[in-house]
């Protein structure tokens, strides 16, 4: 099933998987932040950068094809509607190339990041803020994290059963209406199996953790950022 394998994480000894998860969400957030101000030479340099990461983590791309036509769809309406907007061929490229930026940023975030390295991070930071119960969150987003691919591996489960049993029909509302149904029982099950395994653990929400350190990784992730977005504005 390897076309499941988007927005899910995979352990290697890379550099990104060696950063901080609150390091790389900050790092995205500020190239977001730039890509919406940026110019057309800032977007081409914001793809090129995040391609030559998507290469270095060796992003199973490949492997994406289901979910990928998703995405490119979205691409073309994108560019579709822009230039019907704006009239020019530059802005419906500018919002074309931001967007695959904002892609490669998610796969690079998803492939590189635990989502239990993500809630022990961002719980240590927000335990410092009063009145906030900060595992209580980073505990919230790493369940939600989790419950995310696993909307990926159902479809691609349903998809590849009703393929084996070679099942054909006509009718587009008995199609939907049947996947739909499919999709969202397994769906249950498998939330039911992930509800029953947290319970079993005895699951505290609220239950501090070993917080993880930065390290000089995190450092030279910053740097060639903050130059990367310093060139997207100057461009």
Not at 156 to 174: F, G
């Given at each position: 099933?390897?076309?499941?394998?988007?927005?899910?994480?995979?352990?290697?000894?890379?550099?990104?998987?060696?950063?901080?998860?609150?390091?790389?969400?900050?790092?995205?957030?500020?190239?977001?932040?730039?890509?919406?101000?940026?110019?057309?030479?800032?977007?081409?340099?914001?793809?090129?950068?995040?391609?030559?990461?998507?290469?270095?983590?060796?992003l199973?791309?490949?492997?994406?094809?289901?979910?990928?036509?998703?995405?490119?769809?979205?691409?073309?309406?994108?560019?579709?509607?822009?230039?019907?907007?704006a009239?020019?061929?530059?802005?419906?490229?500018?919002?074309?190339?931001?967007?695959?930026?904002?892609?490669?940023?998610?796969?690079?975030?998803?492939?590189?990041?635990?989502?239990?390295?993500?809630?022990?991070?961002?719980?240590?930071?927000?335990?410092?803020?009063?009145?906030?119960?900060?595992?209580?969150?980073?505990?919230?987003?790493?369940?939600?994290?989790?419950?995310?691919?696993?909307?990926?591996?159902?479809?691609?489960?349903?998809?590849?059963?009703?393929?084996?049993?070679?099942?054909?029909?006509r009718?587009?509302?008995?199609?939907?209406?049947?996947?739909?149904?499919s999709?969202?029982?397994?769906?249950?099950?498998?939330?039911?199996?992930?509800?029953?395994?947290?319970?079993?653990?005895?699951?505290?929400?609220?239950?501090?953790r070993?917080?993880?350190?930065?390290?000089?990784?995190?450092?030279?992730?910053?740097?060639?950022?903050?130059?990367?977005?310093?060139l997207?504005?100057?461009?």
């Amino acid at each position: 099933m390897a076309e499941a394998l988007i927005f899910h994480y995979r352990h290697q000894n890379r550099f990104l998987n060696r950063c901080n998860p609150v390091t790389k969400f900050f790092s995205v957030i500020l190239i977001c932040l730039v890509l919406l101000s940026t110019s057309l030479s800032g977007a081409i340099l914001f793809v090129t950068v995040t391609s030559l990461a998507a290469l270095l983590q060796r992003l199973p791309i490949h492997s994406y094809k289901r979910e990928l036509r998703f995405f490119i769809f979205l691409l073309i309406l994108i560019f579709i509607t822009e230039y019907i907007a704006a009239k020019d061929w530059g802005s419906a490229l500018l919002a074309f190339l931001r967007f695959i930026s904002i892609i490669l940023c998610g796969l690079l975030i998803a492939d590189s990041t635990a989502p239990d390295d993500l809630a022990r991070s961002l719980g240590s930071l927000l335990d410092h803020i009063p009145f906030i119960n900060g595992w209580m969150i980073a505990s919230s987003i790493e369940l939600t994290l989790s419950l995310l691919p696993m909307i990926f591996d159902a479809a691609e489960q349903v998809m590849s059963a009703r393929s084996a049993r070679l099942e054909k029909r006509r009718n587009p509302y008995t199609v939907i209406t049947g996947l739909s149904t499919s999709i969202f029982s397994l769906l249950l099950d498998k939330a039911e199996d992930l509800s029953l395994a947290l319970e079993a653990r005895s699951f505290d929400p609220s239950r501090k953790r070993n917080r993880l350190d930065y390290t000089r990784t995190d450092f030279f992730l910053l740097c060639i950022v903050c130059i990367l977005c310093v060139l997207g504005i100057v461009l």
